[in-house]
């Protein structure tokens, strides 16, 4: 009997940055400036252990500082930039200045029309939407 191999196991495993609770930057111009992690989608976790999201994980924020329309709004990001360090299939490791999101709807579509700063190499080969509108990819 073969055993499959699900796509996370093909994928490097990636540290994660960023637990419930932390208060993240925005890095594109939806209006938002500051927001906070409520939850991470489609983390599947040990009993009791904190979530936490990494680069290319879609979360579930509240909207702590910006525009007053998006203020204590729930919203959904995509990690961009994370400050913890974590390694590259190709033995290489990475890590950013800041920890960043973009704001988006629940398909992945970015509600900003400009993304400031670099967008990591992983989150664009997962959200296409988000690397066309990426200046920077490293």
């Known amino acids: ?82 400050k913890k360090p974590y390694k590259r299939s190709d033995g290489s490791w990475v890590y950013f200045e800041d920890n960043a999101v973009v704001v988006t709807n629940e398909q992945g579509e970015p509600r900003g029309s400009e993304i400031r700063g670099a967008v990591s190499k992983e989150a664009a080969d997962a959200w296409p939407r988000i690397a066309s509108t990426a200046r920077v990819i490293s």
């Open 1 to 82: 009997m073969k055993k499959r191999r699900s796509l996370r196991l093909v994928t490097r495993r990636i540290t994660r940055a960023l637990p419930t609770g932390a208060i993240v930057r925005v890095a594109d111009n939806s209006g938002a400036r500051m927001i906070q992690v409520i939850s991470v989608k489609g983390h599947n976790t040990r009993l009791r252990r904190q979530p936490a999201a990494r680069v290319g994980d879609m979360i579930v924020c509240s909207v702590k500082k910006g525009t007053p329309k998006l203020r204590r709004q729930i919203v959904h990001a995509v990690v961009i930039r994370q």
